[in-house]
């Protein structure tokens, strides 16, 4: 059985900062800067915001680039022990993130965003359902 197969029902959508609201304004929208990387780490990792932010910084000066550029994320999660996966398709086709599985967690990277499904709920400030993922982390075997 195929990982779509086992989903029975759409995925639902969350608002929310991934913890960056306990350390900094998230009132109004010049608030909401490019930590997507960060919030979806956050959210699929159960780690603290601001520990998160932290570590990509490090992990970001050694590796010599930015905190949210995929080689900094990609060793970030590798080092935890997440493994990354191709593509999901279905038919050929990307999947949309409105048919992602609703089991399970998922950091996602899309086109310039990144971002995360717990359990069949999208967790990031908007609502990215309708686009596609590319390739995605799922926890070690052992979680």
């Given at each position: 059985?195929?990982?779509l ?5 759409e995925?639902?959508f969350t ?6 609201e306990?350390y ?6 010049k ?7 960060i919030r979806a780490?956050?959210h699929g ?7 998160v932010?932290?570590?990509l910084?490090?992990?970001?000066m ?14 970030w999660?590798l ?8 593509t999901?398709?279905?038919g050929g ?6 048919d992602?599985?609703t089991r399970?967690?998922y950091i996602?990277r899309m086109?310039?965003h990144v971002t995360?499904?717990?359990d069949?709920?999208?967790?990031d400030i908007g609502d990215w359902?309708?686009?596609c993922g590319?390739t ?8």
């Amino acid at each position: 059985m195929d990982k779509l197969s086992s989903s029975k029902r759409e995925v639902t959508f969350t608002k929310s900062f991934g913890g960056r609201e306990k350390y900094y304004s998230v009132k109004y929208k010049k608030d909401w800067i490019g930590d997507c990387a960060i919030r979806a780490l956050a959210h699929g990792t159960g780690e603290d915001y601001i520990v998160v932010y932290k570590d990509l910084f490090e992990m970001a000066m050694k590796i010599g680039d930015m905190p949210n550029a995929d080689k900094v994320t990609d060793a970030w999660l590798l080092e935890r022990g997440w493994i990354k996966n191709p593509t999901m398709k279905k038919g050929g086709k990307r999947v949309r993130l409105k048919d992602w599985p609703t089991r399970g967690t998922y950091i996602i990277r899309m086109n310039h965003h990144v971002t995360c499904i717990k359990d069949g709920v999208h967790l990031d400030i908007g609502d990215w359902r309708s686009r596609c993922g590319n390739t995605y982390w799922t926890p070690p075997l052992s979680e």
